[in-house]
């Protein structure tokens, strides 16, 4: 196990509903305790010209800062917004406002860490290497599943690795779920996010380390799952309200479990490929059927329903030396293996096996 013993932390304050973000000044205003307080937005650079930043409660001392989500979240990107908000102003920001996907969010959460520690983001990645708590960070999630608004990790891909800066003040302190917020998301985006959170409950319910609290929150988010990508009679509202609440279950479900054999594999895409979360979760699964029959089998199911094609070929033109370094990125991923089959998963898999099911994707 990761931990012999830990008292798991949420976040503390959830506001949950239609048309939540019109608080968000209100929130923001709780936090400022002087007339030069200010606030960092963090804010995903989609919403460029939309209407959402004519409604973000931004001051004439606050930063807004842009984020590229082309690539996964970077380390010294990470460095580079710390020193930018360090620049700014002498004093430090009272809240940060993370508004976008798991990549925005992981920033927020990154970046209001690393004002307050000193040094390279790349030297915090693992667990609890953290030192300071950070700033008050709301997160506000625009699309819904990898459940990085209540989880205890920011992932990052480092000079070396890709992996979390995972400690109890990585949690963020407030969320707004709003799923007026989701409304414009493509449906292809929308499937391969939600499809995250679907694999977060079968790896935490399929695996050794679940616990019954972790299985209560899989099995609900999964039920949630069902109704958003089974059920068409569900208006669109309402089905990203329940997939809001579906990525709020099953993040829980895997801070009191654990990810699998399709996270270790994605995170290899990633690394390697630069392979968005979602897609290469959905890439990864779709050779899965052996590990996960009947996970496997209804998210067949929900790819047909929605009329979403999942990405092949993609590892087609990669060399031998691409295929070692995903193959040793995922095996690193210890504590995954280790969920998915026991202490002795070494007796289960074989970096020869994994390589192969990278060369099917
Ligand atoms: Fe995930």
């Keep these: 196990m990761l931990y012999d013993f830990r008292s798991f932390v949420n976040p503390g304050a959830y506001a949950f509903g239609k048309g939540t ?8 205003e709780r936090r400022h305790e002087n007339s030069d307080s200010w606030t960092v937005f963090i804010v995903d650079d989609y919403f460029k010209g939309k209407s959402l930043i004519e409604r973000l409660p931004k001051k004439d001392n606050d930063l807004l800062i842009w984020i590229d989500t082309v690539d996964e979240p970077k380390t010294t990107l990470v460095n580079q917004y710390r020193d930018e908000i360090l620049a700014h102003n002498t004093k430090l920001p009272s809240v940060i406002v993370g508004i976008g996907g798991g990549t925005t969010m992981d920033y927020a959460k990154s970046v209001g860490l690393m004002v307050t520690n000193p040094g390279d983001s790349a030297e915090y990645q693992g667990l609890d290497l ?9 997160c506000i999630p625009t699309i819904s599943g990898t459940g990085a608004e209540v989880s205890m990790t920011a992932v990052l891909s480092g000079p070396e ?14 969320i707004i779920f709003d799923p007026e917020l989701l409304a414009t998301v493509p449906d292809e ?8 959170c679907y694999i977060h409950n079968i790896e935490s319910l399929s ?16 039920e949630l799952c069902r ?4 059920d068409s009679n569900l208006s669109r509202i309402d089905a990203d309200e329940k997939l809001m609440a579906a990525s709020l279950t099953g993040g829980n479900s895997i801070t009191y479990s654990q990810v699998g054999v399709c996270h270790a594999l994605s995170y290899g895409l990633s690394h390697v490929l630069g392979v968005h979360h979602g897609v290469g979760n959905c890439v990864a ?15 067949k199911k929900m790819q047909e329903v929605q009329g979403v094609a999942i990405p092949t070929g993609i590892t087609a033109n ?3 030396e691409q295929f070692d370094q995903m193959v040793e990125t995922a095996w690193a991923l210890e504590h995954m293996w280790d969920n998915a089959f026991g202490k002795e998963w070494r007796n289960h898999i074989t970096k020869a096996k994994i390589k192969e099911l990278f060369r099917r994707m």
Excluded at 189 to 196: E, L, P, S
Excluded at 227 to 230: H, I, Y
Excluded at 285 to 299: R, W
Aim: proline share 3%; with cysteine; net charge negative.
């Design 21 to 28: 973000f019109n608080h968000l000044g209100e929130l923001v």
């Design 130 to 138: 953290i030192k300071n708590k950070g700033i008050y960070t709301i």
């Design 161 to 174: 690795k890709k992996l979390g800066i995972k400690c109890d003040y990585t949690i963020p302190n407030e």
């Design 189 to 196: 985006q929308r499937f391969y996010t939600g499809m995250d």
């Design 207 to 222: 695996g050794t380390w679940v616990s019954t609290l972790g299985q209560v929150f899989a099995e609900k988010s999964v």
């Design 227 to 230: 109704e958003v990508f089974l």
């Design 285 to 299: 699964f779709n050779q899965l059927e052996e590990y996960y029959p009947e996970g496997y089998k209804e998210f």
């Design 318 to 320: 990669c060399t031998e």
